[in-house]
């Protein structure tokens, strides 16, 4: 009666374990694509992610770089002062979005091209992410807000 107790405890404790196993996986698949990583635009040129991967990127847009074509599709370059990165965009722009002015882009980085599915605008450090900022202090052209 004893070892049969004991084979049954062996039993559940392998079942249990498999069970954590295969949960654990499962939840790591899906959740997969729902983990976007911040890049800097110097990070996206000296390593290219690939095209299958979503991603953050954050810097200033480019002064000069904002356009607009026939087709509403969106265009302008994002900065952090050592690189440049084009992104393209179909949709509405925040009312915040400028030239000159901090941006954050969820998208995909195709042939040399960032692909943005969301465009966020950022306007000081309350609302930009530190890698943000700590990329844009670290190449010298982070502009700090003016109390307001």
Same mark, same amino acid.
């Given at each position: 009666?004893?070892?049969?107790?004991?084979?049954?405890?062996?039993?559940?404790?392998?079942? *249990?374990? $498999?069970?954590?196993?295969?949960? @654990?996986?499962?939840?790591?698949?899906?959740?997969?694509?729902?983990?976007?990583?911040?890049?800097?635009? @110097?990070?996206?040129?000296? @390593?290219?992610?690939?095209?299958?991967?979503?991603?953050?990127?954050?810097?200033?847009?480019?002064?000069?770089?904002?356009?607009?074509?026939? +087709?509403? #599709?969106?265009?302008?370059?994002?900065?952090?002062?050592?690189? $440049?990165? *084009?992104?393209?965009?179909?949709?509405?722009?925040?009312?915040?979005? /400028?030239?000159?002015?901090?941006?954050?882009?969820?998208?995909?980085?195709?042939?040399?091209?960032?692909?943005? +599915?969301?465009?966020?605008?950022?306007?000081?450090?309350?609302?930009?992410?530190? /890698?943000?900022?700590?990329?844009?202090? #670290?190449?010298? $052209?982070?502009? /700090?807000?003016?109390? +307001?």
């Amino acid at each position: 009666m004893k070892g049969l107790k004991k084979k049954r405890r062996i039993q559940v404790i392998a079942v *249990a374990a $498999v069970a954590l196993l295969v949960s @654990t996986a499962l939840i790591g698949y899906a959740l997969r694509d729902g983990i976007n990583f911040f890049r800097s635009p @110097t990070e996206v040129v000296e @390593t290219p992610p690939r095209e299958s991967e979503t991603f953050r990127i954050g810097g200033l847009v480019e002064d000069g770089s904002l356009k607009v074509n026939e +087709s509403q #599709e969106i265009t302008f370059n994002v900065t952090d002062g050592n690189a $440049v990165v *084009a992104v393209t965009y179909k949709g509405i722009l925040p009312d915040l979005f /400028e030239e000159g002015q901090g941006m954050v882009g969820t998208g995909r980085y195709i042939e040399g091209v960032f692909q943005a +599915s969301e465009i966020l605008a950022k306007h000081d450090e309350k609302y930009m992410p530190v /890698e943000v900022i700590d990329a844009l202090k #670290e190449q010298g $052209v982070y502009k /700090e807000a003016n109390g +307001s």
